[in-house]
C-alpha cells in the first residue's frame, strides 16, 4: 500500500523576502556609488537611495509576513525568511543609526566655536570657485542656542604661543586630517588676524562640507574659532560637531609638541 506524503506548503513571503532585499542592496549600493563618485547629481542620487531603502522596508515586511504565517499555518521558508531579514537589515541598519542620531541631536547644519560672532566664510575668488559658488547663510539665533545646548564642548582654543607662530599649527592640523585646504591667509595686516578655508568630505557618500579657521592674536596668546557648515540639508547629525572636535584635538596635540 502506498502511502501519500503532503508537504506543507512554502509560504509565498518567505520565496520573495530574499529577492527583494537582494536587489534593495544592489540598488542602494549603486546609488551609494554614483554619489561617492559623482556620476549623478545630488538630488536623483539621494532619490534613488530612499527607493532603495523603500524596498528593503518591504523586504523586511515580508519576512515578518512570512513568520506570522510560517507560525499560523506551518508552512515552509523560515530560512528564506531569516535570509531576506538579513539582508534588509544590512541595507536599513546605518540608516536606522543616522535616524537615532536625527531624533537625539538637534536639526542644525553649521556649528561653530564662536556663537556670538562666528567666522565669516571668504568670498574671495579662490574659496568661491572652490564652493561652486556658495556662501554658508547665516545661522538664526535660536540655532546658535540649539548648538549651544547640545555641544557645550565647543568651545575656541586658546594657545599662549603669538599668532605668526600658531597659524602653521592650524595649517598642519588641516593637513593632517585630510581636509582640502583652498586658501591661507597668515596673521597680519590691521587687524592682525589670519584665516583659512578648506573643504572635508563625508566619510561614505563623500559629499563636500565648508569650513573656515580664524586665528586672531589676544593678549596673552593667539584664539583660535572654527566654523564648519554643511552644503545639504537641515541635519548634520552631528558630523560638522565631530570635525571641529577632531580640528581642536588635532591643534591642542601638535601646539603641545612643539613646546
Do not use: C
Not at 538630488?43 to 519576512?63: D, E, K, N, P, V
Not at 592674536?217 to 583660535?224: A, C, K, L, N, S
Not at 566654523?227 to 601638535?254: M, P, Q, V, W, Y
Amino acid at each position: 500500500m502506498r502511502r501519500l506524503i503532503i508537504e506543507e506548503p512554502y509560504s509565498r513571503p518567505a520565496r520573495w523576502s530574499p529577492m527583494v532585499a537582494w536587489f534593495a542592496l544592489v540598488v542602494t549600493a549603486l546609488s551609494t556609488l554614483l554619489i561617492r563618485f559623482g556620476r549623478i547629481d545630488y538630488q536623483s542620487g539621494f532619490i534613488a537611495l530612499g527607493l532603495g531603502l523603500a524596498i528593503a522596508l518591504l523586504a523586511a515586511g515580508l519576512s515578518f509576513l512570512a513568520f506570522v504565517r510560517i507560525w499560523q499555518e506551518g508552512r515552509r521558508g523560515l530560512g528564506s525568511a531569516i535570509k531576506g531579514l538579513v539582508l534588509a537589515a544590512l541595507v536599513l541598519g546605518y540608516p536606522a543609526y543616522m535616524g537615532l542620531k536625527a531624533v537625539t541631536l538637534p536639526a542644525i547644519n553649521d556649528v561653530s566655536t564662536d556663537t556670538d560672532d562666528p567666522p565669516a566664510f571668504s568670498r574671495s575668488h579662490a574659496a568661491l570657485t572652490a564652493r561652486d559658488g556658495r556662501i554658508p547663510p547665516d545661522v538664526p539665533p535660536e540655532e546658535r542656542e540649539l548648538q549651544r545646548e547640545a555641544y557645550v564642548q565647543i568651545a575656541p582654543l586658546s594657545l599662549d604661543i603669538p599668532p605668526e607662530d600658531a597659524f602653521p599649527l592650524v595649517r598642519k592640523a588641516a593637513e593632517n586630517l585630510g581636509w582640502k585646504i583652498i586658501e591661507a591667509v597668515p596673521p597680519g595686516g590691521r587687524t592682525g588676524a589670519g584665516r583659512l578655508e578648506a573643504i572635508d568630505y563625508t566619510r561614505i557618500l563623500k559629499i563636500p562640507e565648508d569650513i573656515t579657521v580664524r586665528v586672531r592674536p589676544r593678549v596673552d596668546g593667539t584664539r583660535i574659532d572654527i566654523r564648519s557648515a554643511s552644503r545639504i540639508g537641515h541635519h548634520d547629525f552631528g558630523t560638522n560637531a565631530k570635525r571641529i572636535r577632531a580640528f581642536l584635538d588635532e591643534a591642542s596635540n601638535l601646539a603641545l609638541a612643539v613646546k
